[in-house]
Each structure stands twice: as structure tokens, then as C-alpha cells.
């Protein structure tokens, strides 16, 4: 079933629907968001990019990097990344497609090569590229989903890498064959690994969703227990008071 989440904001939801639509609606809300079956998993404790997957540091860091990552509903990814220490900013948006169907309307119908994605600016004297990886593959969302994310459907839901530079192509691609050498996950790891054209940052009110509303179903659902997992299973990257992008 394809299922789009664009229903739990409430601006979305149209008071002109019919009596047994709306109760339609119930049924499958209650059934997809409120079922325990239905939540994210528990985050999965997995081994930290080897010495052989991480590029060597540069003999001077940059003051800031940049990072594009997919995987889902962007609300999460840009919550849990808007928690870790070092990043600088996290804005949800579109990668993968063209200026002209870089709206959520559109990139919603699944056919504009846009997955609803995450740039993330960070510092890499306090945060790594492969730190942030590693948060990616084990909090950020399920990387063995294909085409999906739990009950969001579709090819704009996809798990995917947009790098910047050869070294970010790299380092993804030999974490990916080390995780799956490793046979941490159940099922293979299916994250595309492309290079980023451009990215195209959400309408207003997508971005800082899951702070602005945590009490919404989907994200206390789906959401809130990333940052759960990302405090538990990395202490020393999480911070309480997340990074929000500037009105």
C-alpha cells in the first residue's frame, strides 16, 4: 500500500470529506500509526566505520562540510541530526530531481526522482562525515527497506546517499560492504549511493516538524523514539536542545 504522511499535518486534512471517508481515514490512521506493530524498531547497535572504510583527515579541516541523506519521512532524519553534536544545520528537502518538481505536492505523486532528504551542515573538528554515517545506518532509519519506510511508500522514500566529493562516495560505499560483510542487519543494505546535483530545500512548514510537533501521531510514533535511540546509543554525540533552522 502506498501511504503518504502528508495527513498528519493538520492543515492537510480537508473538512469536506465525506462521513465514511473520514471514518475510513480512522480505521487506517489507528491501524498504521497507533499499532505498536506499526512503530520504527528498536535502533540496531552497529560497528563504527573501520580504519580502512574512513578517508584519510586532511591535514586542515574545513570550518564546515556538508552531508545529503534520504531515508523516509524527512521530519525524523532532520530531528535526529538536529540533536548531534556538531552539526550546524539540518534542512529537510528534496534530492534526486529537478527545480520543477521540488515541491512536496508533486515530489508526493512518487514519478520526480526526488527523495524527501536531509542536508546536514556540520563541523568536522566536533562530528565526523563517518560518525554521522554510522547515526544514519543505526538510528536514522531502517536502511534494508526498499522503497519504503515503514508506512511511507514510494520511491521518494527511499534510502539514499547524495555525495559531494569522491572521498563521500568512497567511505558510503565501503561502510555499506563492511556492514553487510558483517551481516548486522537481517536483510541487505539496499541505500543508493548518488552523486548530488542539487538539493532543494522543503516548504516552511516542514522544516523543524518534530519539535514543533511532537505530540502529532506519526511523530510520536516514528519519530520520537530515534531520539530515544540516538541519546542511548551515542551519548557523547547527543544534545538535548536540537539546532533549528532559522525562521
Avoid at 556538508?66 to 534530492?95: D, E, K, M, P
Wanted: one cysteine or more.
Amino acid at each position: 500500500m502506498t501511504h503518504n504522511h502528508q495527513t498528519a499535518a493538520p492543515s492537510r486534512i480537508s473538512t469536506a470529506k465525506m462521513p465514511l471517508l473520514a471514518a475510513a481515514v480512522v480505521v487506517i490512521f489507528a491501524t498504521l500509526y497507533l499499532s505498536p506493530t506499526a512503530m520504527a524498531d528498536k535502533a540496531t547497535a552497529i560497528p563504527a566505520p573501520d580504519a580502512q572504510v574512513v578517508a584519510a583527515a586532511p591535514g586542515v579541516l574545513p570550518a564546515e562540510d556538508r552531508i545529503v541523506v534520504a531515508g523516509g519521512c524527512f521530519w525524523g532524519i532532520q530531528a535526529v541530526f538536529q540533536h548531534t553534536r556538531g552539526v550546524l544545520n539540518a534542512v529537510s528537502g528534496y534530492a534526486g530531481g529537478t527545480a520543477s518538481g521540488a515541491d512536496y505536492e508533486t515530489v508526493s505523486s512518487g514519478g520526480t526522482g526526488h527523495a524527501e532528504s536531509v542536508e546536514i551542515t556540520f563541523d568536522p573538528k566536533q562530528v565526523s562525515y563517518a560518525e554521522l554515517l554510522h547515526i544514519y545506518f543505526s538510528v536514522a532509519h531502517d536502511p534494508t527497506q526498499l522503497n519504503r519506510q515503514y508506512p511511507d511508500s514510494g520511491t521518494q522514500y527511499r534510502s539514499a546517499i547524495f555525495y559531494h566529493d569522491p572521498d563521500q562516495k568512497r567511505v558510503a560505499q565501503r561502510y555499506i560492504a563492511q556492514l553487510d560483510a558483517a551481516k548486522v542487519f537481517a536483510r541487505p543494505i539496499v541505500t543508493q549511493i548518488s552523486r548530488l546535483d542539487h538539493f532543494y530545500p522543503a516548504e516552511r512548514y516542514h522544516q523543524n516538524y518534530a519539535t514543533l510537533h511532537p505530540d502529532a501521531g506519526y511523530i510520536a510514533h516514528y519519530d520520537l523514539p530515534k531520539l530515544d535511540n540516538l541519546k542511548t546509543l551515542f551519548p557523547a554525540l547527543y544534545r538535548e536542545q536540537p539546532v533549528l533552522v532559522a525562521p
